[in-house]
């Protein structure tokens, strides 16, 4: 299939995932002819949307093996307009890819975990503000901030967490309620269950990104029109 941009790190992890994969992973509409780059079915294809640019943060998508195939991952979306600054592993209770293990460990002075509701994560967000507040006086940096995003459902994502040893040393930000409520005053009509473009996104935000959070939201509307016109296409036929 032809490509209108080229792959990022969460297209390659997809494909070595499918390359070792001992079964297809046949979701509803799998047999739609699909956009080799939005993975949306033709008709509703959103690439007039994507357009890539550069992020103040750095991100480590860690991708529950259920997510990555589904194109209704919203996850990717991230890596779609923040190529240059976002990674993707596989998450692995005991076997973390070494890779990652490296990065995690070279990045140990800037690097936090996006997770809510924890008992210790107002104190770290703290941290971690002051951390950023530094980095935005400096006139270059060598080491921006890194968030490692845990990318499944909620059930999921604390399972990665809590289960996780290798992850227990990295500090956990948490977006308060005020600030939750604050961003679905100005961006949304659903109740407070966020898909993770949306937490990046409002995490953007919390930190004084602005524009950056409005890009991404912006293109995760357009993504999240995409697949209400392709369910709603499917149910038609």
């Not at 930000?173 to 009509?189: D, G, M, P, Y």
């Given at each position: 299939m032809t490509r209108l941009f080229p792959k990022h790190a969460v297209d390659q992890l997809r494909e070595d995932s499918q390359a070792k994969a001992m079964r297809p992973f046949l979701a509803r509409g799998s047999n739609a002819k699909r956009c080799a780059c939005c993975l949306m079915a033709k008709f509703a294809c959103f690439c007039d949307h994507r357009q890539a640019q550069n992020s103040a943060l750095q991100f480590i998508l860690l991708y529950h093996r259920d997510e990555i195939h589904k194109p209704t991952n919203s996850g990717r979306l991230i890596a779609d307009l923040f190529p240059n600054q976002?990674?993707?592993?596989?998450?692995?209770?005991?076997?973390?890819?070494?890779?990652?293990?490296?990065?995690?460990?070279?990045?140990?002075?800037?690097?936090?975990?996006?997770?809510?509701?924890?008992?210790?994560?107002?104190?770290?967000e703290r941290t971690v503000r002051n951390q950023l507040e530094l980095v935005r006086t400096e006139e270059k940096t060598d080491k921006p901030h890194t968030f490692v995003i845990l990318d499944g459902t909620w059930k999921q994502a604390s399972k990665m967490f809590h289960q996780s040893e290798w992850l227990k040393h990295i500090p956990h930000?948490?977006?308060?309620?005020?600030?939750?409520?604050?961003?679905?005053?100005?961006?949304?009509?659903h109740d407070m269950q966020f898909a993770t473009a949306e937490v990046t996104a409002m995490l953007l935000d919390s930190l004084g990104y602005t524009q950056q959070s409005e890009n991404l939201l912006s293109y995760y509307q357009a993504f999240n029109q995409a697949c209400l016109n392709s369910r709603k296409r499917g149910n038609e036929q």
């Open positions: 976002t990674q993707a592993f596989m998450w692995s209770r005991t076997e973390p890819e070494p890779a990652l293990l490296n990065l995690l460990d070279e990045r140990k002075e800037s690097c936090t975990i996006l997770f809510p509701n924890t008992e210790t994560a107002q104190q770290q930000f948490e977006i308060n309620q005020a600030a939750q409520r604050s961003f679905l005053v100005r961006h949304s009509k």
